[in-house]
C-alpha cells in the first residue's frame, strides 16, 4: 500500500538503530507502536518481542493492524472464504458504487464501476458473515484487511485519497481480485487500539515506545477517506467533490498545538525507552524535539537519507528535494 511516511525502506535503519540502545534479544520485551499507520513496525518486531501493542486512531489502520498484528495462529478455511467472496453477484445498491463511481453518482471515479461494485458485494457479505456469526473476529478482520488492500490495488488516485484522478488509470482499469493479506505466525499475544495517542499513553506501560506522528499539515482521515468509508461501512452524506467524510484532525498537524501535544506524550509515557521518527520537513525542528526529550532522561539522535515519498506534482511540493532526511530521536527515560 502506498503510504504517506511508511517505514518499509526504513525498516533496517530502525532496527538497528533501536538494537545499539537496548541490545538484540527482545523476548521478554513490550514494544509499543502508537502511532502505528499501516502497521509496519510493529510487523517488523512482532516475531522478537513478548508483545507488540500497535495503536492509531483511524479506523483503516485499526483493522490492517488487528490482522496483521493481533492475528498470530492459523485461521482454519480463511482461504474457502476468500475465494467464496470472489464469486459474489455484483450489486448496484452499495455505498462505494452509488457515491464513489461513475456510473453510480456520475460525480466521483474512485473505483471503476465493477469494482465499486464488487468492493460493495464482499463488504456487505463480510458483514452478514459476522452478525450471522458464521466467522470470528479473527477471520473477520483477516477478510476485512484483505479487502482494504486489494481494493487499494485498483484505486483510481495518484497514490492517496484526497483527490481522484479524471480519466481511469491503467492499474484501476483491472478488475479487483480480493487476495488474502497473510499475517505472521507466532506464540504471544499482542493488543491493537483505535485510540488517541495521547489519551491511551496513560493507560499503558512497557519497554519500547516507538512514535510515528504525522509530520506537518496533511490529515490522515482526509488523505485516507476512502478505506475509513470501506472500513466502517456506514452510511453518510460525502462532501464536495471528494466525496470526504467527517474525521478528527490531529494535534500532531498544528504548528500551534503539536510542541504541547509531544511533550504530554513524553510526560505520561510508561516506558523506558522511547524512539521517535521525524524528518527534516517536519513541523518540529530537530532542536525543539532535543529540548523537549531532553527534560525527561538521556537523549541521542540517529540520522539517515532516504527517498521522499511523492503524492504530489513536482511543481506543487513545498518542498523540492527528491532525498528527505529522517531522524530517530532517542530518550532513555528517567
Known sequence: MNYIGSKLKLSAFLKESIFSVVGSDLSNFVFCDIFAGTGIVGRSFKTLVKTVIANDIEQYSYV???NYIENNAKISQKNKYIEELNKLSLRKDGFIYKNYCMGGSGLRQYFSDYNGKKIDSIRKKIEELKTKGEINRKLYYFLLCSLLESADKVANTASVYGAFLKGIKKSAQKEMVLEPANYEINGTGHKVYNKDANTLIKKISGDILYMDPPYNERQYGANY???NTIAEYKKFIPKGKTGLRDYEKSKYCSKNSI??????????AQFKYLFLSYNNEGLMTVSEIKKIMSKYGRYNLFTTDYQRFKADKDENRSFAANETKEYLHVLEKN
Do not use: Q, T, V
Open 64 to 66: 490492517l493492524n488487528k
Open 225 to 227: 477517506h476512502m478505506l
Open 259 to 268: 510542541k504541547e501535544e509531544f511533550e504530554n506524550l513524553i510526560m505520561n
